[in-house]
């Protein structure tokens, strides 16, 4: 009777031993070898602090994404599988635009799909520190991917979430965005002031208020003589389901043509194209699984000097 | 005998589970989701609504060569027509003028 009963334990204890130790070789494998290829290739020595350089979709399907991007920009994409991550770098004529992260939603789970933002960055915790230190808050502590290099994710005091990044491969060069790439960032927030404040703070950008028609406050923040973002008051009315977030656009020849396509591949078209300041048209559409970004034409004489 | 074993199983299983646990915390991840190797695995919060937008809600940015006018910074048309004199943020100065995209493309 005890022999049968230690024969039992003896199995179950090995059972339970063998389990564990899976668990646990297959987490810290996973974790260890998730590698993201550079962001430039080959690697340059140019650093341009507070330039948005990056853009990671989270969705909830992967596939769908890689077929909606791919038809509306030709972009192609190398995937990335290693333990539970499943991940695919955007590709336009070979240059890497932007990666594409599979993350399942529970069941009946309510939250949105979105890009998020990376900001270049000399130092990783010298950011952290001081976004603490100016009211943002931590979300991903700082972490260090083989090749791509060191990013922390935080939210603005306003609650715009956004991420760092220190690439290993240095920054891409400051031209102008092709057709297909992105080419500008908003923040859409409910205190530009305040915010205008906490990106100074943070990342030493130069601001310029723009004078608006609408009577809202539109924000540019520079660094090195080139524009780099804008914050927006978030549009009156229904405020209830506007929170504070970054809005990427991507650079297109026609926003009226590429709506179209965005209808016809499953998205959305949250914003009809309107006229903007420079002249182009601007419209907002999201991805078949919600994920908005911009549409923003942009002409290469646009950023020729007219000065007057 | 029996205790020596007891010892032995009881010593293996809490290190499998220390080493399950240093696995989970090295997967890591923000939002409870199961982000093991990558640590933007999460979503915002639900529901954007983009009404309101429209002419005169620039997003954008002027073309290079846009004419600031001289002012250090324009407060004028605040919603809430209360032009704040001091920003919470350092204006630019005057003298500088309105940054724009680059105008290099690649490769030239």
Known sequence: ?308 | MKILMNRRSRRALILAWLAALAGCVAGGGYGGGASVGYDVGFYEPYGYDYGGWGPGYGVGLPRRGYDRGGRPDDRAGRADGHAAPHPAYRPASASRPMPSLPSRSRGR
């Open chain 1, 1 to 308: 009777m005890n022999g049968r009963h230690r024969g039992k334990d003896g199995v179950l204890v090995r059972l339970s031993l063998g389990a564990l130790l899976s668990v646990a070789l297959v987490a810290v494998a996973a974790a260890a070898s998730f590698v993201l290829p550079p962001l430039v290739q080959p690697a340059s020595s140019e650093r341009h602090a507070g330039k948005v350089i990056w853009a990671d979709l989270v969705t909830p399907d992967l596939a769908a994404a890689k077929r909606f991007y791919g038809a509306l920009f030709g972009w192609s994409f190398n995937d990335i599988h290693t333990g539970a991550s499943d991940y695919s770098v955007a590709l336009l004529d070979g240059r890497p635009v932007g990666g594409l992260y599979q993350h399942t939603l529970r069941s009946g789970e309510q939250r949105q799909p979105a890009w998020l933002t990376f900001i270049s960055v000399r130092d990783v915790a010298d950011a952290e520190h001081s976004i603490l230190a100016h009211g943002g808050k931590l979300l991903a502590p700082p972490r260090l991917y083989a090749e791509r290099g060191r990013q922390a994710v935080f939210a603005d005091p306003q609650g715009a979430v956004f991420a760092v990044l220190q690439s290993s491969s240095g920054d891409p060069e400051d031209v102008l965005a092709a057709p297909g790439e992105w080419i500008w960032s908003s923040v859409l927030t409910r205190d530009p002031d305040q915010d205008a404040a906490f990106y100074q703070n943070v990342f030493g950008y130069e601001v310029f208020e723009m004078p608006g028609e609408d009577g809202a406050m539109h924000i540019v923040l520079s660094s090195e003589d080139v524009a780099r973002a804008s914050l927006n008051t978030l549009p009156a009315g229904g405020a209830a389901k506007r929170h504070p977030h970054w809005l990427n656009f991507v650079r297109v020849t026609s926003a009226t043509d590429t709506i179209t396509r965005v209808a016809s591949l499953g998205g959305r078209v949250l914003v009809q194209p309107f006229r903007d300041r420079h002249g182009g048209l601007v419209a907002v559409v999201a991805d078949p699984a919600g994920a908005p970004f911009g549409l923003l034409e942009w002409t290469d004489a646009d950023s020729k000097d007219t000065a007057k």
